[in-house]
Structures are given as C-alpha cells and as structure tokens.
C-alpha cells in the first residue's frame, strides 16, 4: 500500500510540475540578445523597448525593458496600475508631481528600484543612455496631465 500512495504522490507532483510549466514556461534573456524595438506609442520618439515576459497592453503579469537615449524626458503623468521599476544601466531622474521640474526629482542610478501606486502622478528624465526594466500587472498605460504632452496626441 506504501508504495502506491508514494507512485501517487509522485504522480500528482510530476503532473502539477508539468501543468505550471506549460502555463509559465522558463526563459532566459541575456542582455546582449534582447530584441530592442521602437518604444510604444504613449512615449515620445527616441525610446526603445523589449518584452521579456507577458503583454503589457493585456491584463496579467508582464515584464519589460524601456531604454532611452541621454537627455530623455516624459512628462507628468500617471498610470492605472502600480508600476514596478528597476534601473539596469544609466540614471533615471524621477519626479513627482503635475509640473515638469528638473531640480525636483531623485537621482536613481543602475541596481536601484521603486514603485508607486496607481494615479501617482510622476516625470522623469534620463541621463546618458539608461535602460529602465518594468513589471506589474498589465494593462500598462500612461494619461499624462497635459493632453499636450501625450505623443498619441496629434499636434497641429
């Protein structure tokens, strides 16, 4: 009778394994292999971008890389989930607030990582290239506090 219930158990555990890893299969990403494209459309020209893991205009898990050039900028903005971030490479100023404001923000340099909450209206810019990796929960989107300053937005 023993080793029934452990063939079962090992079974069970085998199957359970299985089930997990067709719903969530293992990746690597080296970073010299990524597949860099054109930044979505919510951010201005100049940002590139590369999905390591979900979709982040769907709901559910998704990871992604944005890598702007020096000088960078987003406005004031906010998003509809909280947004997760870790800088990989370069310094990222960051914001908080409706109003554009350079010598307002904190300096985030490569290993460092935060996360605000949904509406937390935010800005940033980027000094030298800088590689910003996401994750959360999608969608992921972007309502700037200027219609003006959305790249969605067409301008006359």
């Known amino acids: 009778m023993r080793p029934l219930y452990f063939l079962s158990l090992l079974l069970f ?3 359970a394994a299985a089930a997990g890893q067709a719903k969530s299969p293992m990746a690597f990403f080296p970073g010299t292999e990524l597949e860099w494209k054109d930044g979505p459309p919510s951010l201005p020209k100049g940002a590139k971008m590369a999905i ?3 979709d982040p205009t769907q709901p559910g898990m998704f990871t ?3 890598r702007f050039p020096d000088g960078f ?3 004031p903005h906010w998003h509809t989930q909280t947004e997760h971030a870790t800088v990989v490479a370069g310094t990222l100023h960051w914001g908080m ?3 554009f404001d350079r010598a307002s923000t904190r300096t985030l340099t490569a290993g460092s990582f935060g996360y605000w909450t949904a509406g937390t209206k935010h800005f940033a810019w980027a000094e030298g290239e800088t590689i910003l990796q996401l ?3 999608g969608p992921w989107t972007i309502t700037y506090v200027n219609a003006a300053d959305d790249p969605r937005s067409p301008h006359p």
């Open 13 to 15: 555990t085998v199957t």
């Open 52 to 54: 390591l893991e979900g």
């Open 64 to 66: 992604m890389r944005l």
């Open 73 to 75: 900028q987003i406005f």
């Open 97 to 99: 607030g409706e109003r």
């Open 135 to 137: 994750h959360g929960q």
